[in-house]
C-alpha cells in the first residue's frame, strides 16, 4: 500500500505490545494492534525515538552489515565526524581513518571535509541574498522530512544543498574511478553512519536521482572492530585527515551554525525542540535570524541511534579533537558545483489531514470532536492510540472501533451489570482528601 | 449555521507562559482541515498577537473562533480597562505596556496593525472602563 522506505523495523518476537513508544512519537505514526506496535508508513519520520524509548528492544534500526565490503572490489569508508566522539583518550583523528584501513576499507573519505564545503557553499548562497530568511539546515533527513507532513510552508526556508555525506560520497566515487580505473558499480562508497534515516535518504533520494551512496554501516558495528585495530600514529605530516574545525563540528549540535561565522542563528537539537522551534518560526516568533540548525538527535548527530557513546561526552571529545586542528582545510572556487545542489525539490507530504475537501474535513471533525466529548481524556493508551484525540479520529476515519475504549467497552459490561473494575490510576477517592498528594 | 466549527478558549491573564495555547490549538485544528498553509499563517500571527493583547492589557479573556468553510472568525473579548485613543493604539510602534513587559520582549506596538494586516477584517469594540472585543475574520476563498 505505501511506497516508503523506512528505517525503522520490528522485530515482531520482542514487542510485547506496551504502549512506550505510541507515546514518544512526535507525529503520532504508531498504534498497537493485536498485541503489536505498528508504524503508520506515511507518517513516520525516521526520527528515531522509538527506537531509543523500546524497552524491549523491539525496534531496530536498518542498516548494512560490514559484510557489504566484499560486494565491492574497490572500497571508500566516508566516517561521519560523529564517529570521532566515541573513543577515550584519542588526540588524533588520523587513528581512527587508519583504523577504516586496516579493518579492510581501501580508503577513506572524511564526511567532515565534505562539509567543510557545504559550510562554505552555504555561505556563497547566504551572501547572494537569494534565499528566503530564516534559512533551515538541510542536513538532517528526519528534520527535511517532519518539515514536508508538518510544516510545509517552511519547505521554502530549507537550503537547497545535499547534505555533506552526499557531496562526500559524490566526490570519493569519483576520486576511486579515477585512481584505481574501475567502473562506478565496482566501487563501494560506504557511510559509517550515526542514523538509520541515513539510509533511508541514500535508499530513497529525495532531492537527487540517484544517491552515490551505495551502502550505511552503523557506528555501533564498526566501534569494536575498530577498536581492536586502532594503534598511536607517528607524528609525520601526511596524515590521511584532511578537515579542519569546521568541518569536524558538524558532528553535535551547533557545529553547522558556528561555521557560517554569523552571529544571528539559532541551533535547536531532539525532536520535541525541533518541533517547538518550528512552530514558532511558522507564526513568526522568532524575530530575525539568519539561520537555523535543526538535529532531531539530542546533542546533533553525535546522539544518534546506531552510535555507542553518551552524546554529551561524544560532543565535548569533538570538542578536544577540533582545538588543534585548522580552521577548514576545504574550500570551493568561485561558484558552487552544480551536483551540491538540489535536482529535485523538495514537495509537500501533508498527511495531517482528514481530507482534501474542507466540508468534508469539517464533517470528520465534528464527528472526532463529539467523540471525544464522551471519553475520559486521560490518554491512558489502552486502545493502542497515543491519546484519547488521536483514538476519536481513528475511529471517526474507521481504524478502530468504539469498544477499544477500556472505558467505552465498561460501559457496556455495566449495563449487563458486570465490569466495575477499575485500575488504580482511575479511580475517583472513596474518601475525600484521604488520597496521597 | 450547521457547517461550522466552534472552538472556545480562555485566556488567562498574566500568564505570558500559557499565552499562545488558543493560537496554536487553532492552528492544530486548521491543520487537520486542510485549510491552506498560507492561511493557517495569517490566522496564527493575528490570533496570538491577540492572545498576548489580553494578557498584557486586558487582564485575560476569552476567545471564539468559528470555522466556516468560507471563512475563518476570531472574537477575543476581554474586560479589562478598554483602548482609551483606538486610532494611535493602531499605530505601528505605539505601545502603553509596561517595562516589565517590554523586558520580555513584548510591548513593541505591533500587535494591533499585525493583526490587521494577517487579517481580511478587522472590528475593534472597546469602551474605557469596560473591555475590548476584536474581531478578526481571514477568508478561506
Given at each position: 500500500m505505501s511506497n516508503f522506505v523506512h528505517s525503522v523495523a520490528l522485530d515482531k518476537d520482542k514487542c510485547k505490545g506496551c504502549i512506550n513508544c505510541i507515546k514518544r512519537c512526535p507525529t503520532e505514526a504508531i498504534r498497537v494492534r493485536n498485541g503489536k506496535a505498528r508504524i503508520i508508513s506515511e507518517r513516520c519520520i525516521d526520527c528515531g525515538e522509538c527506537i531509543r524509548v523500546c524497552p524491549n528492544h523491539a525496534k531496530l534500526a536498518l542498516y548494512d552489515p560490514l559484510s557489504v565490503l566484499e560486494r565491492y572490489e574497490y572500497t571508500v569508508a566516508l566516517p561521519a565526524p560523529a564517529l570521532y566522539g566515541q573513543f577515550h583518550n584519542l588526540d588524533e583523528i588520523d587513528i581512527i581513518l587508519e583504523g577504516l584501513l586496516s579493518i579492510g576499507f581501501d580508503d577513506v573519505f572524511p564526511v567532515a571535509s565534505a562539509a567543510e564545503l557545504v559550510s562554505d557553499a552555504t555561505r556563497k548562497l547566504m551572501a547572494s541574498g537569494k534565499l528566503r530568511r530564516p534559512v533551515i539546515s538541510s542536513a538532517c533527513p528526519a528534520v527535511t522530512r517532519l518539515i514536508r507532513v508538518r510544516f510545509p510552508e517552511l519547505i521554502e526556508n530549507i537550503l537547497p544543498l545535499r547534505a555533506p555525506v552526499e557531496v562526500a560520497a559524490g566526490l570519493a566515487k569519483q576520486r576511486a574511478m579515477e585512481k584505481t580505473g574501475l567502473p562506478a558499480d565496482k566501487i563501494g562508497v560506504i557511510f559509517i553512519s550515526p542514523c538509520p534515516a541515513k539510509r533511508t535518504a541514500a535508499r530513497m533520494p529525495l532531492v537527487m536521482e540517484t544517491s552515490a551512496i551505495d551502502a550505511v554501516v552503523a557506528i555501533k558495528e564498526v566501534y569494536p572492530k575498530l577498536l581492536a585495530v586502532m594503534r598511536p600514529q607517528d607524528d609525520s605530516d601526511d596524515g590521511l585527515n584532511d578537515s579542519g574545525r569546521i568541518g569536524v563540528g558538524?558532528?553535535?549540535?551547533g557545529g553547522e551554525a558556528a561555521a557560517?561565522?554569523?552571529?544571528s542563528y539559532l541551533a535547536a537539537d531532539g525532536i520535541e525542540n525541533v518541533i517547538k522551534v518550528l512552530e514558532d518560526l511558522e507564526d513568526e516568533k522568532l524575530g530575525e535570524l539568519d539561520f537555523i540548525e535543526l538535529n532531531a538527535c539530542a546533542a546533533g548527530c553525535v546522539g544518534g541511534v546506531l552510535t555507542v557513546e553518551n552524546p554529551y561526552i561524544a560532543r565535548t571529545r569533538l570538542k578536544k579533537l577540533r582545538k588543534y586542528l585548522p580552521v577548514a582545510c576545504n574550500r570551493l572556487g568561485d561558484s558552487i558545483p552544480e551536483?551540491?545542489?538540489?535536482?529535485n525539490e523538495l514537495e509537500p507530504m501533508p498527511i495531517m489531514q482528514f481530507d482534501n475537501d474542507i466540508r468534508k474535513s469539517m464533517e470528520i471533525m465534528r464527528s472526532v470532536s463529539s467523540f471525544l466529548a464522551t471519553l475520559p481524556g486521560l490518554d491512558c493508551g489502552s486502545c493502542g492510540a497515543p491519546s484519547c484525540r488521536a483514538f476519536a479520529e481513528d475511529v471517526v476515519t474507521g481504524?478502530?472501533?468504539?469498544?477499544?475504549?477500556v472505558f467505552k467497552y465498561r460501559d457496556q459490561l455495566k449495563s449487563t451489570g458486570e465490569g466495575t473494575y477499575l485500575p488504580p490510576p482511575f479511580r475517583t477517592p472513596e474518601k475525600p482528601g484521604n488520597d496521597a498528594t | 449555521m450547521n457547517d461550522t466549527i466552534k472552538l472556545h478558549y480562555d485566556v488567562p491573564g498574566d500568564d505570558f507562559t500559557r499565552a499562545g495555547e488558543a493560537s496554536s490549538a487553532v492552528k492544530k485544528t486548521l491543520r487537520k482541515l486542510g485549510v491552506p498553509g498560507e492561511i493557517i499563517r495569517r490566522v496564527a500571527i493575528a490570533m496570538y498577537e491577540g492572545e498576548i493583547n489580553m494578557v498584557i492589557h486586558g487582564g485575560g479573556g476569552v476567545a471564539d473562533v468559528t470555522i466556516s468553510p468560507e471563512a475563518i472568525t476570531m472574537v477575543l473579548a476581554d474586560q479589562g480597562?478598554?483602548?482609551?485613543n483606538l486610532e494611535l493604539a493602531m499605530r505601528e510602534g505605539y505601545s502603553t505596556a509596561s517595562d516589565e513587559v517590554r523586558s520580555l520582549g513584548f510591548g513593541a506596538g505591533m500587535g494591533l496593525p499585525n493583526m490587521k494586516k494577517y487579517s481580511d477584517v478587522m472590528d475593534v469594540f472597546t469602551k474605557v472602563g469596560v473591555g475590548t472585543t476584536v474581531t478578526m475574520t481571514v477568508n478561506l476563498s
Open positions: 558538524w558532528g553535535s549540535s557560517l561565522l554569523k552571529e551536483d551540491m545542489g538540489f535536482q481504524f478502530a472501533t468504539e469498544s477499544d475504549c | 480597562p478598554g483602548i482609551e
